[in-house]
């Protein structure tokens, strides 16, 4: 049964504010996933020792990589990467919107990916909104829009993970709800599985919503001691089927 693990990586630095990437991967590997979301990652920046972590994690686990840079500042890179460890095709990797004059803002992104299992073509797209409702907003309605969920290429069973920095009360999380259905909504969980903070885990922004060709199976949060240290989120780990 194929397993899907989003993660935000906090740039590999966990909450002791140690940086190691090798302790991400140790996270990772545990649940044994045939596809790894991960955001909040360094490639080539100073401030993380000039690592492509991206890369690194993906060698790491076995796994082919693409990695979408949602902010560049000379060689140096930030953002969202795709692994698997299955066949698979880069489909689009780009901007979302954003909003001008508001300071400190993070320029945001979003990957896409076909990937073959078992006969199948599975699209996963993989995305990091940003922290004001406004913006979420737009960058909600531009994944439920034509450049992504609504692409003519994006048909069949379908993926859209990551950490969206929105609750289920929110208009986001709404309107991309009208397009697929949460994992764990679709599940029926009396307990929702929250991953944030990694320490006491009480909010639910990292999110998987699927087309009705996937079946979900179960929703996890891992709550190792490992986990709950190296990043400031928990892995959420989808087990799903493809159904016809």
Known sequence: MPRLLTYNVH???GT???LDVARIVGVIAEYEPDIVCLQELDVGRARTGMVDQ???IADGLAMSVHFNAAMRVEAEEYGDALL?????TLIRKGALPTIRGIPGLEPRGAIWA???IDGATLNVINTHLGLVPREQRLQAMALAGKDW???????????LTGDFNATSLTRPYQTLTRRLADCQRQLGLRNTVKTFPSGFPAIRIDHAFVSPEIRVTAVTAPFSPLARIASDHLPLVIDFEIVS
């Open 11 to 13: 740039r590999c630095v």
């Open 16 to 18: 002791d504010r140690r």
């Open 54 to 56: 991206a890369q690194s």
């Open 84 to 88: 698997t460890r299955w066949p698979e």
């Open 114 to 116: 076909a990937i073959e």
């Open 149 to 159: 969920l609504g692409d003519p290429r994006c048909t069949g069973p379908t993926i």
